[in-house]
């Protein structure tokens, strides 16, 4: 038997109050956004929960892209069949035996939202297990810790049957806190970074910084792939593509050594800000971890900050390596991510940069050069990328390919 809809269980939402709608208004809209290509699919939400009519669609092509999708707690594939014990018993046999192996157990746990149907729930799971049980050889009964949990809801619109039940990505639904700024490096941490603030509704625009011929168009190749798996959790990304040659270029030329790693970081942070102010958005994100490197220490993460007053979100800040390398692995970033295609942030790499910078040094070193009219030509010059379904072909053009 074909599965004619999937139900989609709310996570976190269920907690919101008055606002509530707010919230699964936009996780139907992701929904439909990463289902766009599916043109016989219909949205319904309720307060309660939300419906996917698979129309013409196969539910097993469509499980794998919710299974990305934020605000989902987890969702099971349906039988919606009328209000008859016979179809009923019919479509629960089917079902259990799709997931039938021998010497496995099953229960049917019957609820019954319509208390006019004439059967009560313990006559339900009998007659539906009785049914079950009489048609599959090999097949008993465990009422505690069943293989097969066969669901029966009955509902005044018909009855509703699934035996599956997948995990949803759990968090809040892409867009229901705001846009911030991901400064994306080609590395393994910012991914990950954009992929936990996605997963607290916030919507991701990424920044890059290139710096040609110094960083090569292998280089970023790596980060358009990088984002292309972003956007699998959100539906599209923006992704901005700095040119930095210039300042970097400056900075290595007018600063002292010890202090370009922060003079550039300073750099990077102020024209992610203005590409934020740019597009409306009300944070940049990091993928800094406490400690990791040196500009990653809590003095230079004070004297790089002090060049804006823009909330930095640093949702790695307090995790290990091997912490963000599992993460990186569960959403595939980590095979990108370690591809031998250097960033800026590698490149004019001090022997011994400072880990505990002065601020007002950096500020004296920095005042010497004209670095505002270089930023403002810097995010003038920004090439943005749009990375969503309709580019998928270009973006999954290989690396061998670029050699």
Do not use: W
Request: proline residues 5%; hydrophobic residues 35%.
């Amino acid at each position: 038997m074909k599965y004619n809809r999937i139900l989609v269980r709310y996570g976190e939402i269920s907690t919101k109050g008055r606002n509530r709608k707010k919230f699964t208004s936009k996780l139907r809209e992701n929904i439909i956004e990463a289902l766009k290509d599916f043109p016989t699919i219909s949205v319904s939400a309720s307060r309660d929960r939300l419906h996917i009519l698979l129309g013409d669609e196969n539910a097993e092509a469509v499980i794998p892209r919710l299974e990305k999708i934020f605000g989902i707690q987890s969702f099971s594939p349906v039988v919606k069949v009328e209000r008859n014990l016979e179809e009923i018993c019919e479509a629960g046999l089917s079902l259990v035996q799709k997931s039938f192996q021998e010497g496995k157990t099953f229960k049917v746990s019957a609820r019954r939202a319509d208390k006019h149907f004439p059967y009560d729930t313990n006559e339900l799971n009998y007659e539906v297990g009785s049914f079950i049980l009489k048609n599959v050889e090999g097949l008993t009964v465990d009422v505690k810790n069943p293989d097969i949990k066969l669901n029966v809801e009955v509902r005044k619109e018909g009855v509703y049957l699934s035996s599956e039940i997948y995990p949803g990505s759990t968090g809040m639904p892409v867009g229901t806190s705001g846009k911030a700024m991901l400064m994306l490096s080609g590395g393994i941490d910012s991914p990950v970074a954009g992929y936990l603030t996605m997963k607290r509704g916030v919507e991701v625009e990424a920044v890059h910084f290139h710096s040609p011929p110094f960083t090569s168009e292998r280089a970023k190749q790596k980060v358009i792939d990088l984002s292309k798996k972003l956007s699998a959790f959100s539906g599209k990304v923006n992704l901005h593509i700095v040119p930095f040659t210039k300042i970097q270029q400056t900075i290595h030329d007018q600063v002292p050594e010890n202090y370009t790693m922060t003079s550039t970081r300073r750099m990077m942070l102020l024209i992610a800000d203005a590409i934020r102010q740019k597009h409306e958005g009300l944070a940049l994100v990091t993928g800094e971890s406490l400690g990791q490197v040196a500009s990653q220490t809590l003095e230079s993460m004070l004297a790089i900050n002090d060049v804006t007053n823009t909330p930095v979100l640093r949702p790695l800040i307090a995790m290990d390596k091997l912490e963000i390398i599992d993460i990186a692995q569960k959403i595939d970033t980590h095979d990108i991510s370690i591809l031998p295609y250097e960033d800026c942030c590698t490149i004019f790499t001090p022997p011994a940069p400072k880990t505990r910078p002065k601020k007002e040094k950096v500020q004296y070193y920095e005042s010497f050069v004209d670095f505002e009219s270089l930023i403002k030509e810097a995010v003038e010059e920004t090439e943005i990328i749009t990375i969503d379904g309709a580019t998928s072909s270009q973006l999954d053009e290989s690396f061998d390919d670029l050699l």
